[in-house]
Antibody
């Protein structure tokens, strides 16, 4: 059974950097892409991007200039950094496993609310 | 980006009803169309992938169909635990993954 557990800072000030990490329990970390999705009341679910532990990444072009993802096979963790946050980045952020065969996110973390306020 | 539009936005139904949710793509997409169910305060849960394949453990009352730009999720006989919000999601290589805006299924 695959489980994803995520954590990171929940309150940021404008212009700060969002940093979230997700730990994967079970399954094969090195065999999949691992992604980040965020959810806001206004824009709904938005794909941020994904990373393979080999280092290959795919980012949403709308966020690409501010996003960096990394992965660590020694700890089965992957991380998201989003720079220069604004109020528009306030959202629940989810980590998830990308199942390329089906073109879906089949396992999800519990979600983390990130608020941006001065 | 490929825009995904769901209808209706809200659907009122009763236990035992058969309901259908539609997802339309702004351009023709492959069969990589998925459906998720989200309960309040929880992460989305995968129900269907590749248009019509049922994820392991998902009840058979859920089914999916469609092609090109129009796809549907059908629940054959609503159960109390099915009242939730449903999202479609498309995957097209070399294009951003996008989701529909959601359909809230509420108890009539």
């Amino acid at each position: 059974q695959v489980q994803l557990q995520q954590w990171g800072a929940g309150l940021l000030r404008p212009s700060e950097t969002l940093s979230l990490t997700c730990t994967v329990f079970g399954g094969s970390f090195s065999s999949y892409y691992w992604g980040w999705i965020r959810q806001t009341p206004g824009k709904g679910l938005e794909w941020i991007g994904e990373i393979h532990p080999s280092g290959s990444t795919n980012y949403n072009p709308s966020l690409k200039s501010r996003v960096t993802m990394s992965a660590d096979t020694s700890t089965n963790q992957f991380s998201l950094r989003l720079t220069s946050v604004t109020a528009a980045d306030r959202a629940v952020y989810y980590c998830a496993r990308w199942q390329h065969f089906g073109g879906v996110f089949d396992y999800w973390g519990q979600g983390a609310l990130v608020t941006v306020s001065s | 980006d490929i825009q995904m539009t769901q209808s209706p936005s809200t659907l009122s139904a009763s236990v035992g009803d058969r309901v259908t949710i539609t997802c339309r793509a702004s351009q023709s997409i492959s069969s990589y169309l998925a459906w998720y169910q989200q309960q309040p305060g929880k992460a989305p849960k995968l129900l269907i992938y590749k248009t019509s394949s049922l994820e392991s453990g998902v009840p058979s009352r859920f089914s999916g169909s469609g092609s090109a730009t129009e796809f549907t999720l059908t629940i054959s006989s609503l159960q109390p635990e099915d009242f939730a919000t449903y999202y479609c999601q498309q995957y097209t290589p070399y294009s951003p993954i996008t989701f529909g805006q959601g359909t809230r299924l509420e108890i009539k």
